[in-house]
């Protein structure tokens, strides 16, 4: 695995280690550049080396949740997907390579986040870049109509205290969507493993994690999300389906 540390400042320093008159902004960020080994994919992924939010590193979630999707693409192929959480974007990333996935990129609302993650799609050779959304969760969301059909995620459970904010954010999200005309109940389908599956619903949240936390803080975010209306489904592997409960059929 390549790395390769640095930060934008050093760009324009002087030969006595003095800023140039180049450079217009202040910055202390510095990052740490990572080739990282995605299904039958190599990205060159830039990291913060420290985010007050965590969104500096790829977590091990998801390295799992990309394989997993491999494995049931049929699930996901054709759907308008956004990302909460997306940190570097390496897995909307992934996904938009691999499967030309129609996918949003969002997370906190802060600028560092949105251009590294431009930056990470256009050093992965994707043009024009993603879109984005700032948006911190429980806050209101930018878009009045969402217009994704499927919300993904993973290792996002790490703050408890952000769970009702979450809760709040897919609420909102998976509430809030409008099937579309030719949108019916999700037929049966081969997931790639032999195994005859009936799909998603439309929409859906998707969630990984791989890191751990504690069986009270798992069951206080499940029986948060039941408590607001959503039905939870473990699929196995540490992926969830949770849906509206207004819209099982």
């Known amino acids: 695995m390549d790395i390769a540390l640095f930060s934008p400042s050093s760009l324009f320093a002087n030969e006595d280690g003095s800023s140039s008159d180049e450079e217009t902004t202040e910055t202390h960020q510095s990052y740490v550049e990572r080739r990282h080994q995605f299904p039958a994919v190599e990205l ?27 494995q049931h693409r049929s699930w996901i192929e054709g759907r ?31 600028q560092e986040i949105e251009d590294n993650i431009a930056h990470n799609c256009r050093a ?27 919300v993904i995620a993973s290792d996002i459970l790490l703050y408890v205290k952000q769970y009702a ?43 990984s994690w791989r890191r751990r ?10 029986t948060g999300c039941e408590n607001a209306g959503l039905e939870v489904q473990h699929l196995g592997s540490r992926v969830y389906c949770i849906q509206s409960r207004e819209t099982i059929v």
Not at 92 to 107: G, P
Not at 134 to 144: C, E, L, Q, T
Not at 181 to 203: A, K, Y
Request: charged share 20%; hydrophobic share 40%.
């Open 44 to 70: 060159l992924i830039r990291e913060f080396s420290f985010h007050k939010l965590n969104a500096n590193l790829l977590w091990p979630g998801t390295f799992a949740f990309a394989e997993w999707l491999v």
């Open 165 to 207: 904010n979450l809760i709040k954010t897919l609420c909102f999200l998976l509430k809030s969507y409008k099937p579309k005309i030719n949108e019916g109940v999700p037929q049966r389908s081969n997931d790639g493993n032999g195994d005859t599956c009936l799909g998603l619903p439309r929409p859906a949240f998707l969630m």
């Open 80 to 110: 308008c997907t956004i990302e909460l959480g997306s940190g570097t974007g390496a897995l909307a990333i992934f996904l938009q390579k691999s499967f030309q996935l129609d996918v949003t990129t969002s997370d906190f609302d802060d």
């Open 213 to 222: 936390i504690g069986k009270e803080d798992e069951s206080l975010f499940f």
């Open 124 to 150: 992965n050779r994707i043009t024009p870049v993603l879109p984005h959304i700032k948006h911190s969760w429980g806050d209101a969301f930018p878009s009045a109509d969402p217009d994704w059909d499927l």
